[in-house]
Nanobody, 118 residues
Framework: QVELVESGGGLVQPGGSLRLSCAGSGSIFSILTMGWYRQAPGKERELVAA???????NYADSVKGRFTISRDNAKNTVYLQMNSLKPEDTAVYYC????????????WGQGTQVTVSS
């Protein structure tokens, strides 16, 4: 069983910064991808940033240059540093882990609210 716990969300003014954390526990191995998605009201969930195969990273165009994903493998933790936040970044942010063993397993955290408003 795998559990993902996010933290670090909150209310921030436009132009501000937040750092999200996602701590994983359980049988975490054979990782395919690990990263962050977000879902704004009335919109579909979308990829924000993720580590993909070979240690490479993938970012949504809307966050490139503003957000940075990083990780601490020893702690099974992934971070999302968000700078120059905009009101359109307001969403619930979800940590996601995809592992592949006999089949693909897709795990989600409970989500953390990020609100960018003055």
């Amino acid at each position: 069983q795998v559990e993902l716990v996010e933290s670090g969300g909150g209310l921030v003014q436009p132009g501000g910064s937040l750092r999200l954390s996602c701590a994983g526990s359980g049988s975490i191995f054979s990782i395919l991808t690990m990263g962050w998605y977000r879902q704004a009201p009335g919109k579909e969930r979308e990829l924000v940033a993720a580590f993909i195969s070979g240690g490479r990273t993938n970012y949504a165009d809307s966050v490139k240059g503003r957000f940075t994903i990083s990780r601490d493998n020893a702690k099974n933790t992934v971070y999302l540093q968000m700078n120059s936040l905009k009101p359109e970044d307001t969403a619930v942010y979800y940590c996601n882990l995809k592992v592949i063993r006999t089949r693909l397993y897709d795990y989600w955290g409970q989500g953390t609210q990020v609100t960018v408003s003055s």
